[in-house]
């Protein structure tokens, strides 16, 4: 007698509920299973909190929760098929072409298409190019065309990559060290992707494609709202930071995780510690020379978000303002906050000490002036543990040649210094803008490496858990995305702290507090994330790294004092 097909139970979190379904079966028939409705989603989904696409099947009991384009983790799975039917879109017109996923600017991606005529020069494209791709993405979208899933020896995925041409794939395929690979086809178009994908074109239900300096803007919903865009909003400053950074990458040849595997496993790792610690050194130098220049700055605002170096930027910088003769005096906003209870409270009743009006902006610009006129003043302390603002006993007049370093959250927002004239005010903006890519069509973004900066820090120095500081995080986004981001067009210069080896050097103190996050705690997946994308990246000794470095202000050893 045949035995009945075998059941395991599945504990949706959705809706609280346990359901018995095939053993074999995929996401997308335990969802359909549940009697969930999402208008955006399911997308991916988090499977003991891993997240998985919906591809996925489950063998063995599961708690699975469904995630919709809200969540981070299911806009990410929405915008990497975007890519995917990018890439194919570009292949289907141009099959020669190279598409380079490359820089995440303007609330969308910036795409590098590059094209060559059969002399060998680059065709430029044009507004009618993007015009053509962004129909031939919308056909590919129409046609509800099925994400095929496969897992194959990572020798079978290098040799079909390698026929294909994707060598910057191969490259990073060659390094990881990995037997089995995952890759994706379209309809006989093949790709790989770090992290899930959908399981259809026919669910990418919204994007927007737009001509872009030499370039295109691939846009993408809005997590708060998918059925809007994300608001564009040119970032001219921030795009040449990161074309600046190319710059420096042709310097060392270095354009993604797979050349960089490949110049450590040379031994090549010391070599470009040297040339990227002096490169980034040079663009202080640059900066200080650029204050040095503008007769009648006396105060230099610098701003930037969460670990992007910015104390260590400030210290640095100070070096080279010393080196033309001006002397810098450091002021922290932080004793300009107003008494606790006249603090702003958040939508939850909490004090929001991230607000603007956290600070006595008054106090702050009348000082400012007084020292400026060649008064001295006295300058406030704050005191965190009984929340009172009270005077300090540092008296302070600038001499000729002095000028104030001030590093804060809210550097570049113009109502801080309102009552300031502008020619007395130079603003820096800082933070750590991945420029190197996992291979061509994978980027990295710029907030995972912020994020390993601080885990590795907040554990270091603070005494905070990896899923501590991994919880903290949205909340600390939502804060950026407030006060810092919108200003950042705002700033006289812009310095990229982010290193090109640094993910090599961070790997190792990053991932064994990684691998302490619980497996049964929601921060899990992502920490699961994390330590899935550095398994990429072959490691370089911490010791390699000179004590003025940037990085050691997160990893420990810097010779200057914090």
Known sequence: ????????????????????????????????????????????????NKVEGMHFQVYKPKDIEFLDLHSSS?????????????????????????????IPVSNGYFVNIERKDDNGKRIEITPDDVHELQSKMQEIVDADLPVHRYEKTTEEAIKKFREAGSLSKVKLLESSGRLYT?????????????GALLTSTGQ????????????????????????????????????EIFKEHHRWQEIVRLRTIGDLNDAIAKGHSNQLIQVGEALQEKKIAQIADEI??????????????????????????SVQLAVNNIYPIAISLDDYFVNRDQTPRDENGDYDYEHLHA????????????????EEVELPRYDFQTGTSRPSGRKLRLKGNEILVVEGIH????????????????????????????????????????????????????????????????????GENRWIFP?????????????LFELAVIKSQAEPLLENVPENCEEYAEAYRLRKFLRYIKPIPEDQIPPTSLLREFLGGSSFEY
């Not at 299911?74 to 996923?101: E, M, N, S």
């Not at 995952?182 to 770090?194: E, L, P």
């Not at 709202?225 to 921030?238: A, G, I, V, W």
């Open 1 to 48: 007698m045949l035995s009945m097909e075998k059941k395991i139970l599945i504990r949706c979190k959705n809706n609280k509920k346990t359901l018995e379904t095939n053993i074999g079966s995929t996401l997308s028939e335990i969802f359909s299973q549940t009697g969930l409705q999402m208008e955006y989603g399911p997308v991916c989904a988090r499977v003991n």
């Open 74 to 102: 299911g806009l990410r799975t929405y915008t990497r098929t975007l890519f995917f039917v990018l890439c194919k879109a570009a292949h289907d017109l141009w099959p020669q072409c190279r598409v380079i996923i490359d």
């Open 182 to 194: 995952v890759y994706y086809d379209i309809d006989g178009y093949f790709d790989y992707y770090y």
């Open 204 to 239: 990418l239900h919204l994007f927007g494609l737009e001509y872009y300096f030499d370039g295109v803007l691939l846009r993408i919903p809005s997590r708060e709202d998918p059925s809007k865009l994300e608001t564009f909003f040119r970032q001219d400053k921030m795009f």
């Open 292 to 317: 040095a220049r503008r007769q009648g700055v006396r105060m230099v605002l610098i701003a930037g978000p969460s670990s992007s170096g910015k104390t260590t930027t400030c210290k640095r910088l």
């Open 359 to 374: 600070l006595n902006i008054p106090l702050l610009n009348e000082q400012m002036n007084a020292l400026f006129r060649g």
């Open 411 to 478: 550097a570049l927002n113009p109502e801080l210094t309102a009552q300031i004239p502008e020619s007395q005010i130079f603003r820096v903006y800082a933070s750590a803008l991945t420029t190197i890519l996992l291979d061509n069509h994978n980027y990295i973004p710029t907030t995972d490496n912020r994020l390993l900066r601080r885990i590795i820090r907040d554990h270091k120095y603070r005494g905070v858990s990896a899923q501590e500081s991994i919880h903290r995080w949205a909340s600390v986004r939502r």
């Open 487 to 499: 200003y950042q067009e705002n700033a006289n210069a812009m310095f990229n702290s982010a290193m």
